[in-house]
């Protein structure tokens, strides 16, 4: 991670191009075991969404603010980090249905709806994880209000991270790849 940390984002698109132009069309990029469970994109990806570049800004901080990351970097115990994967959570409750856009003109009402239908779920407590989300009516409605979705994901990972406390292990397997990690809930 200090070598990655090291590198600029020029850099470190160059590097994963590179991988990427020599490997077969429908196998460009390069996997994580938790992908594919999650439904994730892979961490070695610089566009729509940049997750390397998040992996890049994000976890050197983790790493300096010293918290324990379970199964990859041990730290302070009392202060753990865990991934969450929102679109992973929202997916189980919307299936191919969009709850969020950036880009002003998809601000849809059908989108609208949709956070409106995960609120709905997370307070009555149907999802796979078994909690329920206890929320004030402005809460609710400042997460329905958030074309963006942004709000609405942090709370999708913190039901996830929640789920994690009542786990062993904060359940994660117990054979995770200490460079890969995994996607908690996953």
């Known amino acids: 991670m200090r070598?990655?940390?090291?590198?600029?984002r020029d850099e470190i698109?160059?590097?994963?191009?590179?991988?990427?132009?020599?490997?077969?069309?429908g196998a460009k990029f390069a996997h994580r075991a938790a992908d594919g469970p999650a439904g994730s994109s892979p961490s070695m990806k610089w566009v729509n969404p940049p997750v390397a570049f998040m992996l890049h800004a994000g976890v050197p901080l983790l790493m300096?603010?010293?918290?324990?990351?379970?199964?990859?970097?041990?730290g302070d115990e009392a202060r753990v980090a865990l991934e969450g994967y929102p679109g992973m959570l929202a997916r189980e409750l919307l299936g191919a249905r969009s709850y969020k856009s950036?880009?002003?003109a998809k601000q849809t009402p059908e989108r609208l709806i949709a956070r409106i239908d995960v609120v709905d779920a997370l307070d009555q407590g149907r999802t796979r994880l078994g909690?329920?989300?206890k929320l004030t009516h402005a809460q609710r409605e400042s997460l329905v209000a958030d074309a963006s979705g942004d709000r609405l994901d942090a709370v999708l990972c913190l039901v996830q991270?929640?789920?994690?406390?009542?786990?062993?292990n904060h359940g994660l397997p117990p054979d995770i790849d200490p460079l890969e990690g995994w996607i908690v809930s996953a």
Do not use: M
């Open 3 to 8: 070598h990655y940390a090291a590198l600029s």
């Open 13 to 25: 698109r160059a590097t994963f191009k590179a991988f990427c132009d020599a490997r077969p069309v």
């Open 64 to 74: 300096q603010a010293g918290v324990h990351l379970p199964g990859l970097h041990a």
């Open 102 to 104: 950036d880009t002003r």
């Open 131 to 133: 909690l329920r989300l």
């Open 161 to 168: 991270a929640a789920w994690a406390t009542t786990r062993p």
